[in-house]
């Protein structure tokens, strides 16, 4: 019902910054909440960061100050903004929408931070 594709992901060095993007199609119903995980080699799925419709966000407490969500709606899409990034952030970024109970996700885009 729901697709996202995600762009952006690339090599960045150490204190550089990245912004992701997500552009969702299908069935898109005007509530919802969107917003992005991730997962580094060897780990789990993580939050990085969630928006809802009205604009109500929620973040990994690690990454507030460092990292900004946000959306368009007219566009229905949701950027993350990624700034001061260290290697740590290293990991496959993978869009989340939810609507109407049920989770979508995209393929993923990888980011790395390396010099």
């Known amino acids: 019902q729901v697709q996202l594709v995600e762009s952006g992901g690339g090599l960045v060095q150490p204190g550089g910054s990245l912004r992701l993007s997500c552009a969702a199609s299908?069935?898109?119903?005007?509530?919802?909440?969107m917003g992005w995980y991730r997962q580094a080699p060897g780990k789990e799925r993580e939050l990085v960061a969630t928006?809802?419709?009205?604009?109500?966000?929620n973040y990994a407490d690690s990454l507030k100050g460092r990292f900004t969500i946000s959306r368009d709606n007219a566009k229905n899409t949701v950027s993350l903004q990624m700034n001061s990034l260290k290697p740590d952030d290293t990991a496959v970024y993978y869009c989340?929408?939810?609507?109407?109970?049920?989770?979508?996700w995209g393929q993923g885009t990888q980011v790395t931070v390396s010099s």
């Open positions: 299908g069935s898109i119903f005007k509530l919802n909440v």
């Open positions: 928006i809802t419709n009205d604009g109500s966000t």
């Open positions: 989340y929408r939810m609507q109407l109970g049920r989770e979508y």
